[in-house]
């Protein structure tokens, strides 16, 4: 009998976590004034491992700056200094540059924009009168704040879309319910209030700023998220195609190809603190979704390379790692694993109390896994916890997702796409057997024949299988078999040809999971308090899964998208009419309730919940004589 998965996790060694993996050259050679090239792979190559230093870092490395030279960076160490400062002086229930916050929100503090120079703010700083142990009195530090910083949020200037218009013509045509309409009208009115446009004085004096430049107006999430976010804006681009704003929409997609040209990928959002990680990778969607709108070819040209460069990214050291299954065959998959061993900046006073009490080298490895399970987009979940309930057990480094993959796997059929559509045979031919390469790997490693789904798998943690560091041989034990809404993320992700008999297998393992709940579908089954777990529900796995039920072609497949749809927005509608506004979560148990957890207070606004429910009304529409009140059956 095997090894449980939560046995072997038992036996993990912490040296095994930090193992460095080998990759092989990249296959794909951008060329950006000519042609696309595929080229061969190369030979692999050792990574050299660096023995861990155990001596105490000074400020610059708890902070990831890089000395004077780097002034984002000195910017960043100065502002947590100044939040871990507020976390002691003034805790929750204060108020700061005119915000009143209920509860400490760390990432206040990294947001605040600069009225003078860094060094004259760091002198007064560090001439505040101090008590015992630095602490700095409530009144001090607020009379600071209010003399040497601009509110959070005030270097982004508010912005109404010049393409959004109060009833667009040809709005939502398949909404036959005046209800729905009505509301669908709403959630559409509520784009300009999200929507920003980056002050010209943070590319004037980017050291007052943690802000990144971008040159076109986006939508932001909402409240505390006051900057745009990577795999949020998918579903805001898409609800924004669905408000016939196509300029906005565009507008956002050349931001994202803007900040690809400039730093390789795609940070997890447009500050400086976010560098040291991306978010799920949407760009090629996003890319699609316009390319479809407009038919605009010279975006599928100028998106191309852009295209390949994110890829690269994901498909390179340390994300890319070989599985080699039990008839031998090697797979490549990837994995999440933010380039972070440090507190993440906006949060920096919460990882140190997650990470309090234990040893240098484990101090890093926690840091390092909870950036990473922040560059998943499910932060945070008993999906990554070693033992299921603690955060400082989390694992995200060491696990192959299979969202992850799957969003890789559409990114792969996506650059197909666009190099048949720019007419370069060789690029699609590659990239289409890359893609059969993917489905391949989902099958043999993380597809489960009995349970009719796809699990993560949990890397093995004993040495590596042979001298090729980067190769881990397949174990069934390491299969994580909890359920998890991600576990059907693959079916929206083109996984399955037309008529693959595992559709209805799929089907009924999600029919009989316990996810599909009376306001949509669960997140997980096991409850911890962390808000990618029960009860909560988001908008977009509900989206991907609904979606990806339409797509199989299964008439069951069909009629539970149907029930979950319905679900889903009778559980916004409700909530929207009882409190005026969207929200990033629901409760999944209830229709019409908010969800809750987390490190934060629930956030109204709110960007990705507007774009799917204006996507599912745009896409499927509601019958005139069916009820948007709760308690109607589907």
């Known amino acids: 009998m095997g090894v449980s998965l939560a046995e072997r996790l038992r036996e993990d060694s912490e040296e095994s976590e930090d193992e460095l993996v080998v990759f092989e050259e990249d296959e794909i050679e951008i060329v950006r004034e000519g042609e696309y090239v595929v080229v061969g792979g190369g030979d692999g190559g050792e990574v050299e491992e660096e023995e861990e230093d155990e001596e105490e870092g000074g400020e610059h490395e708890e902070c990831g700056c890089g000395g004077e030279d780097d002034r984002a960076g000195e910017l960043l160490c100065f502002l947590m200094k100044l939040q871990a400062t507020a976390m002691e002086s003034l805790g929750g229930g204060h108020e700061v540059a005119g915000e009143e916050d209920v509860e400490f929100d760390p990432k206040l503090y990294v947001d605040l924009p600069l009225k003078g120079s860094l060094q004259v703010t760091a002198a007064a700083f560090q001439a505040l009168p101090r008590g015992t142990a630095g602490f700095v009195e409530p009144d001090t530090l607020k009379e600071f704040l209010k003399e040497y910083f601009y509110e959070a949020g005030s270097d982004l200037v508010p912005y109404t879309p010049s393409d959004h218009v109060a009833n667009p013509e040809g709005f939502l045509p398949r909404v036959q319910n005046a209800a729905a309409r009505a ?39 909402g409240e505390r998220f006051r900057e745009v976010y990577y795999w949020d804006s998918y579903w805001v681009i898409r609800g924004l195609l669905a408000s016939k704003m196509t300029e906005t929409a565009a507008g956002m997609v050349d931001n994202f190809l803007g900040i690809v040209d400039t730093h390789g ?52 050291d340390p994300y890319q790692v070989v599985v080699r299954d039990v008839q031998g065959r090697e797979h490549k998959l990837s994995r999440y694993s933010a380039l972070w061993d440090k507190p993440r900046p906006e949060c920096s006073t919460i990882d140190k109390s997650i990470a309090g009490g234990f040893s240098k080298s484990k101090k890093k490895q926690i840091f390092r896994n909870i950036a990473t399970a922040a560059e998943s987009g499910w932060d945070f979940s008993s999906r990554w916890m070693g033992d299921g309930e603690t955060l400082s057990s989390m694992k995200t480094a060491s696990i192959i997702p299979v969202d992850l993959n799957a969003f890789l796997l559409q990114m792969e059929c996506d650059i197909a796409f666009f190099a048949r559509a720019v007419n370069n045979d060789k690029l699609f031919k590659h990239f289409t057997w890359a893609a059969e390469a ?30 090729r560091k980067n190769v881990y041989s397949w174990d069934s034990s390491m299969s994580n078999r909890n359920i998890y809404a991600s576990n059907f993320v693959p079916l929206w992700c083109s996984i399955f040809q037309p008529g693959d008999s595992r559709i209805d297998q799929v089907v009924e393992a999600l029919s009989s999971s316990d996810l599909v709940q009376p306001g949509g579908i669960a997140t997980s089954l096991k409850e911890t308090g962390q808000q990618w777990d029960f009860p909560n529900a988001w908008a977009p796995l509900q989206h991907m899964i609904i979606e990806g039920l339409v797509m199989s072609g299964s008439r069951k497949a069909i009629a539970m998208a149907q029930t979950i749809s319905h679900s889903w927005l009778r559980s916004n509608y409700m909530s929207f009419q009882r409190t005026g506004h969207m929200v990033e979560k629901y409760d999944a148990r209830y229709c019409g309730k908010v969800g809750g957890g987390g490190e934060y207070t629930i956030q109204t606004g709110f960007g990705w919940s507007n774009g799917v429910v204006l996507i599912l009304l745009n896409d499927y529409g509601w019958p005139e004589d069916l009820p948007l009140d709760c308690g109607y059956a589907t």
Do not use: C
């Open 183 to 221: 509301w669908g009208l709403k959630v559409h009115s509520l784009w300009p209030s999200l929507t920003r446009l980056v002050s010209p004085e943070v590319e004037r004096q980017p050291d007052r700023h943690t802000l990144l430049p971008l040159q076109h107006p986006f939508v932001v999430p």
């Open 265 to 316: 990928f795609i940070p997890n959002g447009s500050r400086t603190y976010y560098e040291n990680r991306s978010q799920p990778p949407f760009l090629g969607r996003m890319v699609r979704a316009v390319f479809f709108a407009t038919g605009d070819l010279s975006l599928a040209n100028r998106a191309l390379p852009l295209l390949l460069e994110e890829y690269k990214f994901w498909t390179r």
């Open 438 to 467: 993917r489905r391949r790997a989902f099958d043999a490693i993380l597809w489960n024949e009995s349970m009719g789904q796809w699990l993560d798998y949990w890397l093995p943690l004993q040495k590596p299988a042979d001298a």
